[in-house]
DNA sequence: AAATTTTACAACCGCAGTTGC
DNA sequence: TGCAACTGCGGTTGTAAAATT
C-alpha cells in the first residue's frame, strides 16, 4: 500500500511548528512497528501522544495505541475463533450487546475489533442469509435455541473421548464461572479459562461448562430429568430428539411460537444449519 | 485465465468520558 | 470550575486475499 500522509490539523488556535507536522495513516511498516514495540518495552503502555512523538513515529497517539493493542501486544491471540469462543462470544453478546471491549475482556488474547469484525462478517451476514435483522427475536432466538445448542454439540463431539456425562465437573465449574454484573462491572475471576492463555489440559467440556446458565440443563440435570447429553448419545437427532430442553424451554414448542406452524418445513435443519454453521 | 464479487481484518473517525492544569 | 488534552470505545471504511463466475 502506498505511504499516505496528512497534514495534521490540531484543534488549539495557534499551531506550532512542532504541531504542524505530517501524520502518516494506512498499514503500519515493520520498521514503525520495531519502534513502537522497542518503545513500549522499555518504557511501557500509556501516554501514547508521548509515545508517538518519543518513538520517532509520525502517528498519531490513537494509531500507536490501536496498533500496540490489536497487533503487536505480545498476549495477542491469532487464528481462527474457535467453537468455544464464538460460543463466549454469542453469550455475552446476548448479555451485552455491542460492548466489545467488555466481551473482550472475557476472551484473553483476543481484541474488542477482533470479536467485532467476528460479529460483522459471521453473524450478521447469517441474519442478513436468513432475512432477518441481527436484533430481531427471531434472530435471537435461533441463536439461543439452534445455533448455539449447536455449537455445544458440536464441542461435545470434538471432545467426546474425554466428555462421560459431566455432572461432577458442573460443580466445579460453578466455582469459577464467568462473573457478569449487571452493573457494568463485570470481572474475570481468578484462573478463568486458563485454556485460552495458556496450555492447559483441563478439558473443554469443563470450560465450556463454566459460561452460563445454560449449562445444568444442557449437560443434563438429573433432579429434573432432562438430560440433552443422554439424548445425543443415544443417537436422537438434532431436531428428532422430542424432549430436549435448553435453558428450561422446550424448542419444538418455541420454534413454533417464534417461526409459525410450519417450522419443521421451512427452518429445518438444512435450511438453518447449513446457514449457521458452514462459516 | 481474467474479471468480478465476497470475505476478512486492519485501521481510521467521531464521540464521550476522564484527567490535569 | 472550565478548558484542553488525552484515552478508550464503537461504528465505519479501505483493501488485500480468496472465492466465484
Known sequence: ????????????????????????????T???????????????EGRW???????????TGKSCRLRWLNYLRPDVRRGNITLEEQLLILELHSHWGNRWSKIAQ??????????????R??????????????????????????????????IQAST???????????TEASTQSVQVN???????????????????????????SSLSDLTVEYWGNPQQGVNYADNLQNGSGFFSAGNWCVDGVDFPAVAEEVMGGDWMMEWNEENIWSQLCEM
Not at 7 to 22: H, L, R, V, W, Y
Not at 49 to 59: S, T
Not at 106 to 119: A, C, Q, S, V
Open 49 to 59: 501522544n508521548l509515545v508517538a512523538r518519543c518513538a520517532g513515529l509520525k502517528r
Open 160 to 170: 467426546s473421548k474425554t466428555f462421560p456425562g459431566q455432572p461432577a465437573t458442573n
Open 121 to 154: 462478517t459471521r453473524v450478521q451476514k447469517q441474519a442478513k442469509q436468513l432475512k432477518c435483522d441481527v436484533n430481531s427475536k427471531q434472530f435471537r432466538d435461533t441463536m439461543r435455541y439452534v445455533w448455539m445448542p449447536r455449537l455445544k454439540e458440536r
Open 182 to 208: 449487571e452493573s457494568g462491572s463485570g470481572r474475570i475471576e481468578p484462573n478463568f479459562m486458563p485454556e485460552f492463555s495458556g496450555s492447559s489440559s483441563e478439558s473443554l467440556d469443563t470450560r465450556v
Open 30 to 44: 515493520a520498521e514503525e512497528d520495531n519502534k513502537l514495540m522497542e518503545y513500549v518495552t522499555v518504557h511501557g
Open 106 to 119: 472475557y476472551l484473553p488474547g483476543r481484541t474488542d475489533n477482533e470479536i467485532k469484525n467476528y460479529w
Open 1 to 28: 500500500m502506498m505511504d499516505i500522509y496528512e497534514q495534521a490539523g490540531f484543534s488549539s488556535g495557534n499551531q506550532s511548528e512542532e504541531e504542524i507536522m505530517d501524520v502518516r495513516k494506512g498499514s503500519w
